[in-house]
């Protein structure tokens, strides 16, 4: 038997994204083994070391939950099995950190269905029976939680195809699969001890959020960085080129589009068009009008990074 974390059928959203951050659920699960390419191990460790409960959302995340049903339904015609909705959130019997909330439960088998839809852009990833590693994830953290034989992986594919994928329990990459998230959750969550920085914008914001005030004349000594700081100083060079370089081709298609507001090709469409915006002349504002500039004036704290290299 399942054993169930809290029955989800009439509660809020809000009350369920507090529950999500007790335990991690099957959609964190490829992030912290570091398998998903739009989420990483920090945005787990600050969903879950945080009160915020925002929601981050999008229009393909919000048509894939639209057409979750569809999905479903097209499985069952497809396979002639049923399915049911759950609503519930599961947890592991002997790992509370393990949670689950599953699309749905296949009738008459130990198993379970995950409904997906994707671009047809990113058909190819989803071609000779291939999954993404981060759904692979997902669909055995499922398994592990719940004790399931087995678990059913369906795609719509929009406007291309429907299909449907059946991964069998595999006991050695379960196995795995908790080791990860236990240290994840026991040895880095629960410690309060940030993953290993990915440069990622999110792990950007939690650094300087986190260490936001710097102590007046402290200072300590520099080591084991040194190889890491010179190939920093390799990027930058290699970013000044690249920069230049990109800016000399839309230099010369400027050149060539002349006053054309518009122009295109079988592969590229460019657009150079008039644009005109109101800004605040904030010099002018400040010595016309000192009082009312000092009005708005809003103060804000950050911390300044420099790298500088000392030459000898």
Same mark, same amino acid.
């Given at each position: 038997?399942?054993?169930?974390?809290?029955?989800?059928?009439?509660?809020?959203?809000?009350?369920? =994204?507090?529950?999500?951050?007790?335990? @991690?659920? !099957?959609?964190? /699960? &490829?992030?912290? $083994?570091?398998?998903?390419?739009?989420? %990483?191990?920090?945005?787990?460790?600050?969903?879950?070391?945080?009160?915020?409960?925002?929601?981050?959302?999008?229009?393909?995340?919000?048509?894939?939950?639209?057409?979750?049903?569809?999905?479903?339904?097209?499985?069952?015609?497809?396979?002639?099995?049923?399915?049911?909705?759950?609503?519930?959130?599961?947890?592991?019997?002997?790992?509370?950190?393990? =949670?689950?909330?599953?699309?749905?439960? @296949?009738? !008459?088998?130990? /198993? &379970?269905?995950? $409904?997906?839809?994707?671009?047809?852009? %990113?058909?190819?990833?989803?071609?000779?029976?291939?999954?993404?590693?981060?759904?692979?994830?997902?669909?055995?953290?499922?398994?592990?939680?719940?004790?399931?034989?087995?678990?059913?992986?369906?795609?719509?594919?929009?406007?291309?195809?429907?299909?449907?994928?059946?991964?069998?329990?595999?006991?050695?990459?379960?196995?795995?699969?908790?080791?990860?998230?236990?240290?994840?959750?026991?040895?880095?969550?629960?410690?309060?001890?940030?993953?290993?920085?990915?440069?990622?914008?999110?792990?950007?914001?939690?650094?300087?959020?986190?260490?936001?005030?710097?102590?007046?004349?402290?200072?300590?000594?520099?080591?084991?960085?040194?190889?890491?700081?010179?190939?920093?100083?390799?990027?930058?060079?290699?970013?000044?080129?690249?920069?230049?370089?990109?800016?000399?081709?839309?230099?010369?298609?400027?050149?060539?589009?002349?006053?054309?507001?518009?122009?295109?090709?079988?592969?590229?469409?460019?657009?150079?068009?008039?644009?005109?915006?109101?800004?605040?002349?904030?010099?002018?504002?400040?010595?016309?009008?000192?009082?009312?500039?000092?009005?708005?004036?809003?103060?804000?704290?950050?911390?300044?990074?420099?790298?500088?290299?000392?030459?000898?």
């Amino acid at each position: 038997m399942c054993k169930i974390y809290a029955k989800t059928k009439d509660i809020s959203k809000e009350e369920w =994204l507090k529950l999500r951050k007790n335990g @991690i659920g !099957g959609s964190d /699960a &490829g992030a912290v $083994c570091g398998l998903n390419p739009y989420r %990483s191990a920090m945005d787990v460790f600050i969903d879950k070391t945080t009160d915020d409960i925002s929601d981050y959302d999008n229009e393909a995340m919000k048509q894939g939950r639209d057409l979750e049903d569809y999905v479903a339904q097209r499985f069952c015609e497809a396979t002639g099995l049923k399915v049911r909705k759950s609503n519930a959130m599961y947890v592991h019997k002997e790992h509370p950190f393990m =949670l689950a909330d599953v699309d749905r439960l @296949i009738i !008459g088998e130990n /198993a &379970g269905l995950e $409904c997906k839809t994707a671009s047809p852009y %990113s058909a190819d990833k989803w071609k000779d029976g291939q999954i993404p590693a981060y759904y692979l994830a997902q669909c055995y953290h499922y398994m592990a939680v719940l004790d399931m034989d087995a678990w059913y992986i369906a795609v719509l594919i929009y406007g291309k195809k429907f299909k449907y994928i059946r991964l069998e329990r595999d006991e050695e990459i379960i196995s795995n699969l908790i080791m990860i998230e236990d240290e994840f959750w026991n040895e880095q969550v629960l410690k309060g001890k940030m993953p290993h920085p990915d440069g990622s914008d999110s792990t950007d914001e939690f650094i300087n959020t986190y260490f936001c005030t710097s102590t007046a004349e402290k200072s300590i000594p520099l080591i084991g960085f040194d190889t890491k700081l010179k190939r920093r100083e390799e990027i930058n060079e290699l970013i000044d080129k690249l920069t230049t370089e990109k800016k000399q081709i839309e230099q010369e298609v400027k050149t060539y589009m002349q006053d054309a507001e518009t122009a295109e090709d079988s592969n590229f469409f460019i657009s150079w068009k008039s644009v005109i915006s109101n800004k605040i002349d904030t010099a002018r504002l400040k010595t016309e009008l000192p009082d009312i500039y000092k009005q708005f004036l809003k103060p804000s704290s950050s911390r300044r990074f420099t790298v500088k290299p000392i030459t000898v």
